[in-house]
């Protein structure tokens, strides 16, 4: 019997995503919807990239953060959708082990690199509104370098850990994952191992990163408020905020999803609840990013507009 729980073990070679809805017109009607969305973030993320590398006004470390999490936009949402499409489409919805785990790794890496690349920008509008004439001094390029880099590579590392430990657990011959793509609590759900540890581990490693990330994100904010309350004219107080509002509007909707995600002990969130938040974070939020700092950026609006006509 051992010899059979053995093989049992290691039957699971890949895994079926079982998606959304099984009805076949519902399948399409997704499919459209989630395809229109992807390209539509795709293009939004690479106009801004294109517009801040063509125009040398847009040189400042400001907007090199915002093409950073433009960049990081564009792969954060390729890792998920365009294998949820294909699964849209698909008879069996499968995905091997390998790519499962190379799926969870980006998700959780690139999702982590997010939380650093918003605090450090959170710290170049603090600097930029509160220490207006240290601000050159304070950042240069280079240590705009050393903060872009430093959130890339820390965000790296921090996918290694948990995605360490939910590859090492056993997963026996029932192989369906009630998601459209490998996160970590149907996983865990699946698998037949005792996840306890993992989920210790992983728990206390979102809430570390998560929260010292908000934390840092929101002393910013209130200093920069506190900064804005100081000045004396309405119109200053209000063309202050507006250099901070697209940025504070991204970190909302981004930390709303995730800490109601992830900062949750216990997995008990139904499936369907679990699916539609994460549509919200994978598919929708990489969208809201660029269309919420073009259209509130003036700066950004008229280099578009100087970009446009040049061609």
């Known amino acids: 019997s051992s010899f059979q729980e053995m093989t049992n073990v290691t039957a ?3 895994f079926r995503l079982l998606g959304f809805s099984s009805n076949p017109h519902c399948q399409i009607l997704l499919f459209t919807v989630f395809l229109a969305i992807y390209i539509l973030t795709i293009l939004g993320n690479m106009i801004i990239i294109s517009v801040v590398t063509l125009e040398p006004r847009l040189h400042s470390p400001m907007y090199k953060f915002l093409k950073n999490l433009s960049f990081l936009e564009v792969c954060y949402t390729t890792t998920i959708v365009p294998k949820m499409l294909a699964n849209l489409l698909a008879k069996r919805k499968t ?3 390998a790519g499962c785990m190379a799926q969870l790794y980006y998700f959780i890496s690139l999702g982590a690199t997010e939380c650093y690349l918003l605090s450090v920008m959170a710290y170049d509008r603090f600097l930029a509104v509160c220490e207006p004439l240290r601000y050159g001094v304070a950042m240069t390029a280079e240590s705009y370098t050393r903060l ?7 965000g790296g590392f921090t996918g290694f850990l948990p995605c360490l430990m939910v590859s090492r657990l056993h997963f ?9 793509f490998c996160d970590i609590s149907p996983l865990l759900k699946l698998s037949c191992s005792d996840t306890t540890v993992t989920e210790a581990v992983i728990f206390i490693l979102s809430l570390l990163v998560l929260s010292s990330c ?3 994100t929101l002393v910013s904010y209130l200093l920069i408020i506190l900064c804005i309350l100081k000045i004396p004219s309405a119109s200053g107080k209000r063309i202050t905020f507006s250099t901070c509002s697209s940025h504070l509007m991204v970190v909302t909707i981004y930390y709303g999803t995730m800490i109601s995600m992830y900062v949750r002990p216990t997995y008990n969130l139904s499936s369907e609840l679990n699916k539609a938040v994460s549509v919200l974070y994978t598919v929708v939020t ?3 990013n660029p269309v919420i700092y073009s259209l509130r950026n003036k700066a950004f ?4 507009e100087k970009i446009v006509i040049r061609h």
């Open 214 to 216: 908000f934390l840092l």
């Open 286 to 288: 990489p969208l809201l």
């Open 301 to 304: 609006k008229k280099a578009l």
């Open 12 to 14: 699971v070679l890949d």
């Open 148 to 154: 872009a880099v430093g959130s890339w590579v820390t």
């Open 172 to 180: 026996c011959s029932y192989n369906l994952i009630d998601h459209f």
């Open 95 to 97: 995905i091997s082990f």
